[in-house]
């Protein structure tokens, strides 16, 4: 299906193929790009959906959007922990009433939390959870299957334009690789709905470029190292920083200097 909406579409739920659609939450930023998508899942002839990201906290206006749209909402899956994504559970819980899942205990109401592997029949479709640790360690991703047609939400693990940041409270640059890599083996072919952004007709190209960014910064810093004469163990990130990023808006700078931590942490554990 293409869509004859565009993304950025604010306050228009916006069809991407024939069992997702998105409606794109007006809350841009450095880190939320344009804003938080939630996606709306269902089969054509499914009478209920799932809906996944129901969004961040003060977002009555496009909860009761989503809800409009979906109808019947048999479940609520989350990807992730950060509250551009789980600020409103409680607003869809109160609107729809429907379980939640996620890959925490903290975030899943009346079902049990989310566990690798594990397949989900709902709305008519089939879901697969991914666990895709590495922008945070509670990162799901879900394979959506219908018909013979497959998309992959993201979440922030991979996003729709820019790169994303790697939280260094739980994320590692080590499990980052890794989930790229299942994404690339698993469903490549598979159609990209990320968190933040626009969709991708294929997941495969943008996750390669993902993992070869990562590898190229990584080598940058490993020379910022060198010229510093610095061990990993003795740099501080906001140094590296402002070798590494030299050529990049300093408003971005407290992003990268997340994204170093984590891979400082990962060369100090080589």
């Known amino acids: 299906m293409t869509a004859s909406v565009q993304h950025p579409a604010y306050g228009q739920v916006r069809p991407v193929t024939d069992f997702a659609?998105?409606?794109l939450r007006d809350n841009p930023g450095l880190m939320?790009?344009?804003g938080t998508n939630t996606w709306i899942l269902r089969a054509p002839d499914s009478p209920t959906a799932v809906v996944v990201d129901p969004g961040p906290p003060r977002s009555g206006k496009h909860v009761r959007a989503?809800?409009?749209v979906a109808?019947?909402?048999e479940l609520t899956l989350i990807t992730h922990r950060h509250f551009d994504h789980t600020g409103a559970i409680k607003r869809m819980r109160k609107e729809t009433g429907s379980v939640h899942?996620?890959?925490?205990?903290?975030?899943?109401?009346?079902a049990p939390r989310l566990t690798d592997?594990?397949?989900i029949e709902a709305a008519g479709l089939k879901i697969t959870a991914m666990h895709t640790p590495g922008h945070t360690a509670d990162s799901m991703s879900f394979l959506v299957e219908w018909e013979g047609q497959r998309a992959v939400i993201t979440g922030d693990t991979i996003l729709g334009h820019g790169t994303t940041v790697l939280d260094p409270q739980d994320g590692g640059l080590g499990d980052y690789f890794h989930s790229l890599n299942r994404l690339i083996v698993d469903a490549s072919d598979a159609v990209l709905l990320p968190g933040h952004g626009p969709d991708h007709a294929e997941l495969g190209p943008v996750a390669r470029f993902y993992k070869s960014h990562r590898e190229e910064r990584l080598n940058q810093i490993r020379q910022a190292l060198d010229d510093l004469r610095m061990t990993p163990q003795e740099a501080k990130p906001m140094k590296v920083v402002r070798k590494v990023y030299s050529d990049v808006d300093r408003k971005l700078w407290p992003a990268a200097k997340m994204s170093v931590k984590t891979q400082l942490e990962y060369l100090r554990a080589l």
């Open 32 to 34: 939320e790009l344009d």
């Open 21 to 23: 659609s998105v409606l």
């Open 71 to 73: 109808g019947e909402v």
């Open 66 to 68: 989503v809800a409009d």
């Open 117 to 119: 592997r594990e397949v």
């Open 101 to 110: 899942r996620a890959h925490s205990d903290e975030f899943s109401h009346g």
